[in-house]
């Protein structure tokens, strides 16, 4: 359920794209956001009662991320990738290790534990990086929809990593995922000549 709501977030990009980025959707924009969360709805199958808190946390997490991907795009044009990286980075590790005393229980990680979580923040960084560097030669309104592309690796890598096959109804949603994708695709073709990419910044 929670999924199915942070996957609200490339919707609304391109709701908003229009009034504060003078973005030009368009029908294809508007089919490949639908399609794709209707993709999520197929591999998340929300149901049941919801928790209130975790539904008021969850919204809090979708304003976060689709005030981020605006910005990401505004300050691409004056900002290197590099910076906008970093600050991002030093914000989180700022506020989240103010809290750590409160949170920080059980044992020590071991050593395994250790190199893990710097794999995992190489690789975030990398894919953070490139995230960003994304706003810089097309539009928020075509990357959003891209966004359901992370469900579609988690089903694929959770098959292949942890042997954990998704069932019918999932492959579906990972198809429809994928279908949006191809949209989006078409769609920046379409675009890429009337819409000017961000002028570049040295990084």
Not at 58 to 78: D, E, I, K, W
Request: a neutral charge; hydrophobic letters at 55%; aromatic letters at 10%.
């Amino acid at each position: 359920e929670m999924t199915s709501i942070i996957f609200l977030s490339p919707m609304l990009i391109v709701l908003l794209a229009r009034p504060l980025l003078g973005e030009q959707i368009g029908w294809l924009g508007w089919a490949a956001a639908i399609t794709g969360f209707l993709g999520v709805l197929f591999v998340a199958r929300p149901g049941g009662v919801l928790d209130g808190a975790g539904i008021a946390f969850t919204l809090c997490a979708v304003a976060a991320n689709v005030a981020y991907q605006l910005l990401s795009r505004v300050l691409a044009g004056t900002e290197r990738t590099v910076a906008l990286t970093f600050y991002s980075a030093v914000a989180g590790a700022i506020l989240f290790g103010l809290s750590l005393p409160w949170y920080w229980r059980g044992e020590a990680p071991s050593l395994l534990q250790v190199l893990l979580f710097l794999s995992l923040g190489i690789t975030a960084t990398l894919g953070h990086y490139l995230f960003t560097a994304a706003f810089r030669h097309a539009t928020a309104s075509v990357l959003a929809p891209l966004n359901y592309m992370q469900l579609l690796w988690a089903g694929l890598l959770g098959w292949l990593v942890f042997d954990h096959l998704p069932d019918r109804l999932s492959i579906l949603g990972m198809a429809i995922i994928i279908g949006s994708g191809v949209l989006v695709a078409i769609k920046h073709q379409r675009t890429r000549a009337a819409v000017p990419p961000v002028p570049p910044v040295a990084d």
